[in-house]
């Protein structure tokens, strides 16, 4: 069975204090790894794809990297408004709607 | 639309009572799809819709969730003698095709109460 799983469920960080968040999976011939950020009261927004192990991708201080295994959220000198529920998803081997993982809630204090 | 937009923001319901939820996606795009999201759960997928094609419906949980998509744009998901265990947030995504691969766009949601 498909399955995405995102550590810490939970993670608080001192503003400037970088660190890094897991998201594993299980499905075969990946077709694209989806991170997106979800602030309370809001629906889930977009942040990367990735498609291949060694890809990474940045954008402002998040970046994202893929193995064959995994994906990495690494936050680097976060600011308070990096706090959100951060999400990784995946497509099925089969069908077209994406597998999320539970998310990780970050909170990044002054 | 500039986004997906999805009515009610928030429904109080009774027990046993029906409701409906609706949601506009962004206009052109073709996939439409359905999630549930309960207290400390993960989206929980429940229906896709992807132009004049039959939808997925193999993530709705039974028999009292319905949904529909007029002329391909709007869509209605009903929820039938709701129950307690109903109450969540139910958010709509679109997308411009029908693939997995591709960018999701979020509603704000519609958060059920069941009492």
Redesign the interface.
């Known amino acids: 069975e498909d399955q ?1 799983t995102q550590s810490p469920e939970a993670l608080r960080l001192q503003e400037g204090e970088s660190s890094s968040l897991n998201c594993s999976y299980t499905v075969s011939g990946l ?2 790894l ?1 991170w997106y950020r979800q602030d309370p ?6 942040l990367f ?1 990735l498609y291949s192990a060694g890809e990474e991708k940045e954008k402002e201080r998040l970046k994202a990297t893929l193995t064959k295994k995994e994906s990495f959220l690494h936050i680097t000198a976060p600011k308070p408004e990096d706090s959100a529920t951060y ?1 990784c ?1 995946v ?2 081997n089969s ?9 990780t809630s970050l909170l990044v204090t002054p | 639309g500039a986004g ?1 937009s999805q009515s009610p923001s928030n429904k109080v319901t009774e027990k046993g009572k029906d409701v409906e939820l609706r949601c506009d996606p962004i206009s052109g795009h073709t ?1 439409l ?1 359905w ?1 549930r999201q309960s207290l ?4 929980e ?1 429940l229906i ?1 819709f ?1 132009g004049n094609s039959a939808p ?1 419906k ?2 709705l949980p039974s028999d009292r969730f319905s949904a529909e998509r007029t002329g391909g744009s709007v869509s209605t998901l009903t929820i039938q003698r709701t129950q307690q265990e109903d109450s969540a947030v139910y ?1 709509c ?1 679109s997308s411009r095709q ?4 591709n ?7 519609s958060r059920l109460t069941v009492l």
Not at chain 1, 95 to 103: Q, V
Not at chain 2, 40 to 43: D, N, V
Not at chain 2, 103 to 109: D, I, K, Q, R
């Open positions: 995405v077709r694209g989806f009261g809001k629906g889930p927004e977009f794809t999400l998803a497509p099925p069908g077209y709607a994406l597998n999320f993982g539970k998310g | 997906v996939a799809y999630y400390g759960q993960g989206l997928f896709y992807q997925d193999s993530g958010l995504a029908g693939s997995g691969a960018v999701l766009t979020f509603g704000a949601g």
